[in-house]
């Protein structure tokens, strides 16, 4: 049974950096594409970044590009969320999924590519 377990999340002050883990269990790490998404009060979910099966191609969301990135920790089975210069933007709950058997790479950013999803954790960015 594929899970994956979010972690890290915590309040910072704007322009600080934070970086989250998801621990996926179940799966090999190269059969599994990964998305972040994020989710503020009253607002849809959106997709953050993700990373394909390989961990060679990775994409963000414009809003985050140049200072989010992704990573697979092939050892731990852990997938990371690096972000820096946080803005209070950047607050909500972060979400890590994992990717369906139809997930194409050019639709990475979508839920619909995602089968598989964490419970969150709350990043809270304010100063």
């Known amino acids: 049974q594929t899970q994956l377990v979010e972690s890290g999340g915590e309040l910072v002050q704007p322009g600080e950096s934070l970086t989250l883990s998801c621990k996926v269990s179940?799966?090999?790490?190269?059969?599994?594409?990964v998305g972040w998404f994020r989710q503020a009060p009253g607002q849809e979910r959106e997709g953050v970044s993700c990373i394909s099966l390989s961990g060679q191609t990775r994409d963000y969301a414009d809003s985050v590009k140049g200072r989010f990135t992704t990573s697979k920790d092939w050892a731990k089975n852990i997938v990371y969320l690096h972000m820096k210069n946080l803005r209070p933007e950047d607050t909500g709950v972060y979400y890590c999924?994992?990717?369906?058997?139809?997930?194409?790479?050019?639709?990475?950013?979508?839920?619909?590519?995602?089968?598989?999803w964490g419970r969150g954790t709350q990043v809270t960015v304010s100063s």
């Open positions: 999924a994992g990717g369906s058997p139809w997930y194409v790479q050019s639709q990475c950013l979508m839920r619909s590519q995602y089968e598989h």
């Open positions: 179940g799966r090999r790490m190269d059969s599994i594409a």
